[in-house]
């Protein structure tokens, strides 16, 4: 048959507006929780985590917002330049700490682009 | 750089061939992952080492065999693909693979076409 790829969602912004990226997760006991960059031709980045007992957390223009009623994710980027156009992905592991070896779960992304 | 290089960067090979895909990391990690990323699919993960012993295979398929000769070298060894395999294939190292704890830090990945 025919394959079919991903559609994943995009977001386009202009530079120097701040930029919401969402993300729905999967299993409501997971307990920590992964933004990643990818540009093209590299592989994904480390951007910023939080723990589930935590609601917000905030890093060097970047905040994450967790609601575990919703099972929901998502990353703010303040004053977006074009350097943030990327492929963002949320990740999640059940058990963080425990003997789950560093399986992370992904997202399956969203793609930001910036305009100058 | 991340600290990690994986070759070939791209690499296209037939369903008979045998190939190998070779990731290094500079950062002193215990732990080493391989990934599959492709365009019908989330970021996948597929094999953990810890120590250069093998503590996760995801269901992974058998004519993929990975190989952890040391905890700065990881291999992926690659037989009798199929073309649903083409994808880009990524390492990611971390200090060590308890999960939660430690960043994963990825390589840029190996373009992978299965003809």
């Known amino acids: 048959g025919e394959s079919v790829g991903l559609h994943l969602p995009t977001l386009s912004v202009q530079e120097g507006d701040n930029s919401i990226i969402n993300c729905a997760y999967s299993?409501?006991?997971?307990?920590?929780f992964i933004w990643y960059k990818q540009e093209s031709g590299k592989g994904p980045q480390f951007i910023i985590d939080?723990?589930?007992?935590?609601d917000k957390r905030q890093g060097q223009r970047v905040t994450v917002l967790l609601n575990k009623t919703v099972k929901h994710l998502s990353l703010q980027i303040a004053a977006t330049q074009p350097g943030d156009s990327a492929v963002y992905f949320c990740?999640?592991?059940?058990?963080?700490?425990?003997?789950?070896?560093?399986?992370?779960?992904f997202g399956q992304g969203t793609i930001l682009t910036v305009h100058p | 750089e991340t600290g990690v290089t994986q070759t070939p960067r791209h690499l296209v090979m037939g369903m008979t061939n045998k190939k190998s895909l070779k990731c290094e990391q500079h950062?002193?990690?215990?732990?080493m992952y391989w990934y599959k990323q492709s365009a019908k699919k989330p970021l996948e993960l597929m094999f953990v080492?810890?120590?250069?012993?093998?503590?996760e295979n995801n269901s992974v398929p058998s004519r993929f065999s990975p190989e952890c000769p040391n905890s700065s070298h990881l291999f992926l060894h690659l037989h009798t693909l199929q073309p649903e395999d083409s994808a880009l294939y990524l390492c990611?190292?971390?200090?060590?693979?308890?999960?939660?704890?430690?960043?994963?830090?990825f390589g840029p990945g190996t373009r992978l076409t299965v003809l």
């Open positions: 080492y810890s120590l250069e012993e093998r503590v």
């Open positions: 950062l002193g990690h215990n732990a």
């Open positions: 990740a999640e592991i059940l058990n963080a700490g425990g003997t789950s070896y560093g399986k992370l779960t």
């Open positions: 990611a190292s971390s200090q060590t693979a308890i999960a939660g704890v430690d960043t994963q830090y």
């Open positions: 299993n409501s006991a997971s307990d920590y």
């Open positions: 939080i723990r589930s007992n935590m």
